[in-house]
């Protein structure tokens, strides 16, 4: 999944990718409805689990789709960035409700284990089963847009193991169903929350990496310095800094030492498309001369 291109911008897609959360929005809101029904109706902890985590991605899917509203305003007096940096907040977000989330799936179990009920295993089966659709289709859709956007790839992600997740219920269903072993409804929850949480931690660190302007995943400062420092013009790069605009967007600022200055538009220009190709959407570079960084590093 890693490549050197993930946070290329990305417009088209975006506009795309609305239609897609709309419809994911309005699919996983009916299920939600009818799981959560269903599991008040049968008791079921699994159930009222698996919908409380599935209403938490309709608000999270909400979420992306204003994070793609904000992205597109345009920079003002204050905001000279616009609100780009918003869309990394909105995954942090996201990444947090999940942790609630695992949090009362959790404690809600363990008051399970020691007051079992009597559940339906075959309604908790088929509702889940209509769970397995929805979310895999979801999952489906956003697929492709993953790779591109850490709030698309958060989505996925979640959808992704919710699928699965349908599948543990539908299994623990069929299990109390033919056995009896209502056990097994606080056992599937506690695997549920599981799978949310490892499934969400790679966005929470992403995502806390990003808003404390770490280096985006998928950019190699390395290579970074390495590309640079390979032009013929190039003599040295220092105070190289590169941090996240947006889930999308990558910026960079660099001090690059030549030796001819009267070639600099052309080795301004080569370099900035050679970043591009590494996913830096936007270079910010500044020459000096041998002369001028023997004497002053900071001139």
């Known amino acids: 999944m890693e490549h050197h ?35 008040l109706w049968q008791d079921s902890l699994s159930l009222l689990s698996d919908a409380g985590h599935n209403l938490s991605d309709v608000f999270s899917l909400v979420l992306v789709l204003i994070a793609f509203r904000l992205a597109k305003v345009q920079r003002n007096e204050r905001f000279t960035y ?39 295993g075959i309604a908790v089966s088929w509702t889940a089963g209509v769970g397995i659709v929805i979310n895999g289709v979801t999952a489906l859709l ?5 790779k591109n956007d850490l709030n698309v790839r958060g989505a996925f992600l979640h959808m992704a193991a919710d699928t699965l997740v349908s599948v543990g219920v539908v299994i623990s269903g069929i299990v109390i169903a033919y056995t009896g072993w209502t056990i097994i409804d606080p056992i599937v929850s506690l695997v549920i929350a599981a799978v949310i949480l490892f499934s969400t931690w790679e966005l929470l660190s992403d995502s806390l990496r990003l808003a404390v302007d770490g280096i985006p995943d998928g ?9 640079i420092a390979e032009d013929e013009h190039v003599k ?24 001819d200055l009267a070639s600099w ?13 590494h996913g830096i959407s936007h270079a910010t570079l500044e020459p000096e001369t041998l002369d001028c960084h023997c004497h002053d590093r900071e001139c």
Request: net charge negative.
């Open 219 to 227: 950019v190699n400062l390395q290579e970074i310095e390495q590309l």
């Open 82 to 120: 616009g609100y780009r940096k918003s869309t990394i907040l909105i995954s942090l977000l996201n990444a947090v409700i999940l942790l609630v989330a695992v949090g009362a799936i959790v404690i809600e179990s363990i008051h399970k284990f020691s007051e079992p009920t009597d559940v339906n």
């Open 236 to 259: 040295d790069t220092h105070h190289i800094h590169v941090w996240a605009i947006s889930t999308t967007e990558t910026a960079l600022t660099a001090h690059v030492v030549v030796d």
């Open 265 to 277: 538009p052309q080795i301004s220009e080569r370099l900035k498309h050679e970043l591009s190709e």
């Open 142 to 146: 956003l697929m492709r847009g993953q």
């Open 5 to 39: 291109h993930h946070h290329h911008h990305h417009s088209a897609p975006a506009q795309s990718l609305n239609g897609i959360f709309i419809l994911s929005i309005i699919l996983n809101g009916l299920f939600v409805l009818i799981e959560a029904g269903v599991g």
